[in-house]
């Protein structure tokens, strides 16, 4: 089946740096990503939508020069998160379509972002 | 995306059949239902989805009323690793976005 692999799946840094996460589908090509964020007990919030070759587009509210997002290939996605600040600390999903159209999306493992 | 409503929690006995409802009442006809589970710090897992005939895999049943107004998730035979927050989406149609709601926290008990 389809899987999506995202990396690191922890990650802890010091504020004011900036930290990459990677996403990557193993075994198909995915045109379109996505990115959420998910704050403890809270559901998962859209942050963006990575289209390979093209300018992710954004949510509203969420700030593009921050999270730098770039889909480079039809398999890797990367988000950067950018002089991190505590408030940056959440889980960080990405999600993969395989193309078909019938949003059987593959979502990694996520990725804990802790900014001390 | 189509609101839906979803009870915050359930419980169900080990063993038991789980019975997820989700509310869709502005659904459109060509407007699918997905289920999604996210266990405890993992990314969510997809389920089953449906337009208007009943569906079942491996995972799951998912059964639509016939107004397509309303669907009920079935997981036959509930294990302890089932449990996790369960997500019922119902996508715009064109739109590929998908947007969680609150979801139902299922707990499975011993």
């Known amino acids: 089946g389809a899987v999506v692999s995202q990396h690191p799946s922890w990650v802890i840094c010091k504020s004011g740096t900036s930290v990459k996460i990677e996403c990557r589908s193993l075994d198909f090509q995915a045109t379109t990503m996505f990115w959420y964020r998910q704050f403890p007990k809270q559901s998962l919030m859209l942050m963006a939508t990575?289209?390979?070759?093209?300018?992710?587009?954004?949510e509203q509210g969420v700030e593009k020069d921050k999270f730098l997002i770039n889909h480079a290939s039809l398999t890797l996605s990367t988000l950067t998160v950018t002089s991190a600040h505590p408030e940056d600390s959440s889980f960080y999903i990405c999600?993969?379509?395989?193309?078909?159209?019938?949003?059987?999306?593959?979502f990694g493992s996520g990725t804990r972002l802790t900014v001390v | 995306d189509a609101k839906t409503t979803q009870p915050t929690s359930m419980d169900c006995a080990e063993g038991r059949a789980a019975n997820l409802p989700c509310n869709h009442s502005t659904i459109s006809g060509n407007e699918y239902v997905y289920w999604y589970r996210q266990i405890h710090s993992q990314g969510p897992q997809y389920i089953i989805h449906g337009l208007k005939n009943n569906e079942t895999n491996e995972m799951a049943s998912l059964i639509i009323t016939e107004d397509r107004k309303s669907s009920t998730l079935i997981l036959p035979h509930a294990t302890l690793r089932d449990t996790a927050v369960y997500y019922c989406i119902v996508p715009n149609f064109g739109n590929e976005k998908l947007t969680f709601g609150t979801g139902t926290r299922l707990t499975i008990i011993p």
């Open positions: 999600s993969a379509e395989r193309g078909t159209g019938n949003y059987g999306y593959t």
């Open positions: 990575s289209n390979e070759g093209s300018k992710a587009t954004y």
